[in-house]
């Protein structure tokens, strides 16, 4: 591996994903790429120990790790995961340079880096030509739910580092009102990470099962979309696809808080395994359902990043570009 090549993370609530990055044609190369679940491990540094050991590969004098979480000083605390790390003392213990920055912001900063078979189009807009300034936002419902910008002018991109997902839940008719109402009452406030992710899935649906006054037939996410292959007209499925309504409203809202006029992206896998549903309608119904911006906001491009390792890509594009 080349003197210049770094360590990378990819760091969420249920998954670690770690490789080693270098210089590559057009992007960067990962090699090594190994996905960990972060249960199976008590801290970050623990991780990281484990990928060398496993992978044998020689340890790199830098890493750039993106993580789950605002990081605004030495101390981080993952949102959806137990890990707590402070920054200088992780890097002392594994004896490297450690620089930490939010998720998103990684996947923000490989977006100029995708193309063709790495993104689907959600609807009809194609992507905008690229112009002298252009400003993307990226947003995803894993086991939380991310949000970041990206503002490109020439060859400089600036990525904006965000909690998006942690803003209050606004209801678009009277069933999202009872499932925020019903959710309040349990939890106080509620945020659109909330409603719009993988644990949100359950909490859709188990409101709507107390709104219809059934009992659940099952418990998390995958069980509920399981159910509604089984079922395609039952609740199950409709909690699916009043999910994929929220997060085009959520979106819509994004773009316009970012000027995102170029381009909004999906990322993750709740996304991915969304995909037939979000490419039905609501999602890009809602998304342009925007009042007196709707005319701006039927020219706005959405699409789904498939490329399986989109965070460690960027993280690796914002550490060698630091170091070059």
Known sequence: MEAASLLVGDIGGTNARFALASPGEGRPRLEAVMPLR??????????VAHY???????????????????????????TNNPWVFSVGATAASLGLSLRVINDFAAVSRALPLLHGEDLVSIGTVPLAVPGPR????VLGPGTGLGVSG????????????????????????????????????????????????????ASVYAALCEIAGRAPQADTAEQI???????????????????CAMLGSFAGDIALAFGAWQGVFLHGGVAQKLLPRLQRGAFRQRFETKGR????????????????????????AL???AAA
């Open 38 to 47: 972060c249960a199976d491990f008590t801290g970050l540094a623990e991780a």
């Open 52 to 78: 060398f050991e496993q992978t044998g590969a020689a340890r790199p004098e830098r890493a750039l790790l993106a993580v789950a979480a605002p990081v605004t000083a030495d101390r981080v605390c993952i």
């Open 134 to 137: 252009q400003t993307y936002a």
């Open 150 to 201: 990206l503002i490109v002018e020439g060859i400089h991109a600036t990525v904006i580092e965000s909690e998006g997902g942690h803003v209050d839940f606004a209801p678009i008719d009277a069933t999202e009102a009872e499932i925020l109402r019903l959710l309040a009452e349990r939890h106080g406030r509620v945020s659109t990470e909330r409603l719009v992710s993988g644990m949100g899935i």
């Open 225 to 243: 979309a399981a159910l509604a292959e089984r079922e395609p007209e039952g609740l199950a499925a409709q909690a699916l696809d009043r999910v």
């Open 293 to 316: 911006h709707a005319p701006l906001m039927r020219a706005v491009p959405t699409q789904l990043i498939m490329h399986p390792q989109a965070g460690l890509l960027g993280a690796a």
């Open 319 to 321: 550490g060698l570009q």
